[in-house]
Structure formats: C-alpha cells, structure tokens
C-alpha cells in the first residue's frame, strides 16, 4: 500500500521560498516517478515537476516550462521524501500542491495528472502580493 503525505505549505510574500516534502511509504524496489502538482480553484490540476527514480541512467527531472530555474524536485531515497524547493514564487502560484507517484511504465508523459496511481492529500501554498 503507497501512502503519500505532503507538508511545508504555508503563506508567503512574493518573491519568497517554500520547501516542501512529500513522506512515501510503498515502493519497496523497481523504477518509479514521482512528481508534484498544482491545482488553483476553478483551474485544472497541473504538473510542476516529477522525477523518474530507479533507473539505470540515474533519477532525471522534468520541469514545467513556468518554474524552470526557480523550482528543485530532488528526492532522499533513504528517507523514501520527496522534496520540492520553490523559490521567487508569484502570487499565481498559489494552489494546493500534490504529491504523486506511479512505478515505472514505458511511453510515460510525467507531467500529466491521470497518468499517476497514488495521491496525497495536498498541502496549501499561497503568495500574497
């Protein structure tokens, strides 16, 4: 059973940094991604970063286009965390941010929502202007 739970969300400025975490439990062995996603209200979820773990070539991230350079995926294997450093963040960022993971598949599109099995239940990140 995957299980999946964010935290380090909160309030802040404009400009600001958050880091937050995501604690799994599930994936014992083998190759799988794991990502982080976004979803304002009355918007659609929205992929922010994922890594794909496990591989022979080492993890490799994916970024979306909007937080290259200022957004780091990185992931603590033995503490099974997944961490999203988020920094000069924009008051359009604000959203509650999901962890989610997936083991591997071929032909794996990292950044779409329904291609992923597991969820937390999110964490709130709003940047007041």
């Known amino acids: 059973q995957v299980q999946l739970v964010e935290s380090g969300g909160g309030s802040v400025q404009a400009g600001g940094s958050l880091r937050l975490s995501c604690a799994s439990s599930g994936f014992t062995s083998g190759a799988y991604y794991m990502a982080w996603f976004r979803q304002a209200p009355g918007k659609e979820r929205e992929g922010v970063a994922a890594?794909?773990?496990?591989?022979?070539?080492?993890?490799?991230?994916y970024y979306a286009d909007s937080v290259k350079g200022r957004f780091t995926i990185s992931q603590d294997n033995a503490k099974k965390t997944l961490w999203l450093q988020m920094n000069s963040l924009k008051p359009e960022e604000t959203a509650m941010y999901y962890c989610?993971?997936?083991?591997?598949?071929?032909?794996?599109?990292?950044?779409?929502?329904?291609?992923?099995?597991?969820w937390g239940q999110g964490t709130q990140v709003t940047v007041s202007s």
């Open positions: 989610a993971a997936v083991r591997w598949r071929p032909s794996f599109t990292p950044l779409i929502p329904n291609q992923y099995d597991y």
């Open positions: 890594i794909f773990i496990g591989g022979a070539g080492g993890a490799k991230t």
